[in-house]
Antibody, heavy 122, light 113 residues
Framework: QVRLVESGGGVVQPGRSLRLSCAAS????????MYWVRQAPGKGLEWLALISYDESNEYYGESVKGRFSISRDNSKNMVYLQMNSLRADDTAVYYC???????????????WGQGTLVSVSS | DIVMTQSPESLAVSLGDRASITCKSS????????????LAWYQKKPRQPPKLLVY???MRASGVPDRFRGSGSGTDFTLTITSLQPEDVAVYYC?????????FGGGTKVEIK
């Protein structure tokens, strides 16, 4: 079955960087767009980033554009989120998510990781 | 960006009663060539990832009880829980996947009265 396991979360000071990783298994990784979604404490779901199955396209939400960067390694079934210039309002649980349909960039989501907590605090 | 507006923010319903949540998009998310609405509904419980309930506005995801029903088209959508059960206590979110950026509604918290 599909498994998505995030890692790399933790406590980080404002202005610093952090890289999240997501190990994927149980599906043909190289055929699916991969996404990151977060939920801040007491807040709703916020889509952050997408990378196409073949790395041809990247899309970002406005709140993270220019600060966060998504990447993937199809040889290792891994997806990453590089987070720079972190702010207190980036504190959230970050989810790695798989798109439902192969190849397409825009999707709904049926497989989510358990999430990793990022706390930005001095 | 397509703004998704959910209402109410919260509702309390007696066990066995109906719960209805509405979601309105700021522009149509109906793709006319295939007559599909690009809308999904999720259930979110504390300390768990979101769970897909409905996609294409009306299609129930695999394993989702039939008391969960999605309806609507164009810009106005509804998620109905026809007979509320204790395990349905959660926050529910709609999401449009018509165009980027993908956007979620603000969420609706469902509780037992």
């Amino acid at each position: 079955q599909v498994r998505l396991v995030e890692s790399g979360g933790g406590v980080v000071q404002p202005g610093r960087s952090l890289r999240l990783s997501c190990a994927a298994s149980g599906f043909n990784f190289g055929k699916y767009g991969m996404y990151w979604v977060r939920q801040a404490p007491g807040k709703g779901l916020e889509w952050l980033a997408l990378i196409s199955y073949d790395e041809s396209n990247e899309y970002y939400g406005e709140s993270v554009k220019g600060r966060f960067s998504i990447s993937r390694d199809n040889s290792k079934n891994m997806v990453y989120l590089q987070m720079n210039s972190l702010r207190a309002d980036d504190t959230a649980v970050y989810y790695c998510v798989k798109g439902v349909e192969e190849v397409v960039d825009i999707n709904y989501f049926d497989d989510w990781g358990q999430g990793t907590l990022v706390s930005v605090s001095s | 960006d397509i703004v998704m507006t959910q209402s109410p923010e919260s509702l309390a319903v007696s066990l066995g009663d109906r719960a209805s949540i509405t979601c309105k998009s700021s522009q149509t998310i109906l793709h006319s060539p295939n007559n599909r609405d690009f809308l999904a509904w999720y259930q979110k419980k504390p300390r768990q990832p979101p769970k897909l309930l409905v996609y294409w506005a009306t299609m129930r995801a695999s394993g989702v009880p039939d008391r969960f029903r999605g309806s609507g088209s164009g810009t106005d959508f509804t998620l109905t829980i026809t007979s509320l059960q204790p395990e349905d206590v959660a926050v529910y979110y709609c999401q449009q996947y018509y165009r980027h950026p993908l956007t979620f509604g603000g969420g609706t918290k469902v509780e037992i009265k």
